[in-house]
């Protein structure tokens, strides 16, 4: 049963640039949740996608966005990097039933320079 | 915004012994998770609880759900070397929905010493 899954590992950007990240969820899950870790914090909620519509969504500027995809995938797209962008980013993935909690993806660390 | 509060930030103990964790909020939560995160990997559920009063366990772990609804406990026994990593606690607010985020504590990072 694989679990969930993300890509790319790691990535180095610019400012400014912008960089999309992807999740795919873990098998029979079709929820799935961003969220963003900085150095030394807990991961803090970006926002969070349930039938291909963003459901809930953190206190992250509008240049945070996602998709979710028929398949249940999903990417975090983020434009105009800023340094404070750097960070690890978290995909989650649960289904909506009662008492399913969230698991969590390896994460990608982004590095912006 | 709503946070989770975990004190201390480092616990240091000697293998074999137990170690004791807890995590409060100023508000309730109808869920409430702990999970240990390695260095570069995402947060591993440990124990979920979704009642009030609620103790649980898995292997050596041991967490319960405060009949306040405002905080957890989280007890290792007999802790091995492998128990090294950070130990998150996050609530999921109640009249959310099922699915709703998490808020995370800062953590707390374990060492224990051969």
């Known amino acids: 049963d694989a679990g969930v899954t993300q890509s790319p590992t790691h990535l180095i950007k610019t400012r400014g640039q912008q960089v999309t990240l992807r999740c795919s969820p873990k098998?029979?899950?079709?929820?799935v949740s961003w969220y963003q870790q900085a150095l030394g914090q807990g991961p803090q909620f970006i926002f969070q996608y349930y039938e291909e519509e963003e459901r809930q969504r953190g206190n992250f500027p509008d240049r945070f966005s996602g998709h979710q995809f028929p398949n249940y995938s999903s990417e975090l797209n983020v434009n105009a990097l800023l340094l404070g962008d750097s960070a690890l980013y978290l995909c989650?993935?649960?289904?909506?039933?009662?008492?399913?909690?969230?698991?969590f993806g390896p994460g990608t660390r982004l590095t912006v320079l | 915004g709503q946070q989770l509060n975990q004190s201390p930030q480092s616990m240091f103990i000697q293998e074999g012994e137990d170690v004791s964790m807890n995590c409060t909020s100023s508000s309730i939560f109808n869920t409430w998770l702990w999970y240990k995160q390695d260095p570069g990997e995402g947060p591993v559920l440990l124990i979920a609880l979704y009642k009030a009063g609620e103790l649980t366990s898995n292997g050596r772990l041991t967490a319960q759900f405060g009949i306040t609804r405002k905080d957890s406990f989280l007890n290792i026994s007999a802790s091995i070397p492998s128990d090294v990593g950070i130990y998150f606690c996050a609530g999921q607010a109640p009249h959310t929905g099922a699915n709703s985020k998490l808020t995370f504590g800062k953590g707390i990072t374990l060492s224990v010493r051969p």
């Open positions: 098998s029979g899950h079709d929820t």
């Open positions: 989650a993935s649960s289904s909506p039933a009662f008492r399913h909690p969230q698991y």
